[in-house]
C-alpha cells in the first residue's frame, strides 16, 4: 500500500529535550517536505527536499534541521524545542514533474507535538 | 504576510446544494493544489492545477491564471464533503504558501 508514515503520532515533551520525528514514504517520491498547521494560521512549510542530500527552507524553518540521506526518509530534528514548537506536524511527498515542481501531495497521518 | 486568501472561511450548506470555495492569491505561481483536510485531520490532495479546469467526480477544480483566482465546486454536495477545503500554491521555488482554509458543513 503507497503511503507516508510518521512516528510518533503524539509526542509530549519538554523544552530543551532534542526529539526526531520520522518520515518514510514507499513510493518512490523524489519530494518530501514538512508542515506545521496552527489553528488561524494553517498550513505552513517548514523544510522541503527535491532528492537525495539536496534540501531547502520553507517559510518557517528557525528551530528545526532536516537531512535526506535516503530517498525513502526524511526526519524532522528539534535540537532544543520550545513551547512556540507545540504543533501539528505534517510530511509529505510527490513524485516531480520535472522543472515544473512537485506534483499532488500524499500526506502522512500528522504527528501532535506538545512542549511544556 | 498573506500569499494566499480563501473565501468563505466557514460554510455551512443543505445536502444537495451547489457549493463555490475561492482562492485568491497574489504571487506568481507554478500551479495551485486543492486539499481536502477530514474531520480526523487526515489531509488528502484533490487537485494540482495549472491552467483551465479539472473534473473529479462530483468536484470541479478551475482556475485563471491571469486573474490569480480558483474556484473548487461541489455538485449535488452531501454531508460526506464536510471538511476543510485548503488551497495551497507552489512557487516557482518549489515552495509551498497555503491558504487557512474553508470549513465545510453540510447539513442532510
Known amino acids: 500500500e503507497a503511503q507516508v508514515t510518521q512516528n510518533p503520532r503524539y509526542l509530549i515533551t519538554v523544552t530543551g529535550k532534542k526529539l526526531t520525528v520520522t518520515c518514510s514514504q514507499n513510493m518512490n517520491h523524489e519530494y518530501m517536505s514538512w508542515y506545521r498547521q496552527d489553528p488561524g494560521l494553517g498550513l505552513r512549510q517548514i523544510y522541503y527536499s527535491m532528492n537525495v542530500e539536496v534540501t531547502d527552507k520553507g517559510d518557517v524553518p528557525e528551530g528545526y534541521k532536516v537531512s535526506r540521506k535516503e530517498k525513502r526518509n526524511f526526519p524532522l530534528i528539534l535540537e532544543s524545542p520550545s513551547p512556540n514548537q507545540t504543533s501539528l506536524y505534517f510530511c509529505?511527498?510527490?513524485?516531480?514533474?520535472?522543472?515544473?515542481?512537485?506534483?499532488?501531495?500524499?500526506f502522512g497521518p500528522g504527528t501532535r507535538l506538545t512542549v511544556t | 504576510k498573506n500569499e494566499v486568501e480563501q473565501s468563505p472561511q466557514n460554510l455551512t450548506a443543505q445536502e444537495g446544494e451547489f457549493i463555490t470555495i475561492n482562492c485568491s492569491y497574489s504571487v506568481g505561481i507554478s500551479a495551485l493544489h486543492w486539499l481536502q483536510q477530514h474531520p480526523g485531520g487526515g489531509i488528502v490532495s484533490l487537485f494540482m492545477l495549472s491552467s483551465g479546469k479539472k473534473k473529479h467526480g462530483r468536484l470541479i477544480a478551475t482556475i485563471n491564471i491571469q486573474e490569480k483566482h480558483s474556484s473548487l465546486h461541489i455538485t449535488a454536495s452531501h454531508p460526506r464533503d464536510s471538511a476543510v477545503y485548503i488551497c495551497?500554491?507552489?512557487?516557482?521555488?518549489?515552495?509551498?504558501?497555503f491558504g487557512t482554509g474553508t470549513s465545510l458543513t453540510v447539513i442532510p
Open positions: 509529505a511527498s510527490s513524485f516531480l514533474r520535472g522543472v515544473q515542481g512537485p506534483y499532488e501531495q500524499y
Open positions: 495551497a500554491v507552489l512557487l516557482t521555488g518549489n515552495q509551498f504558501y
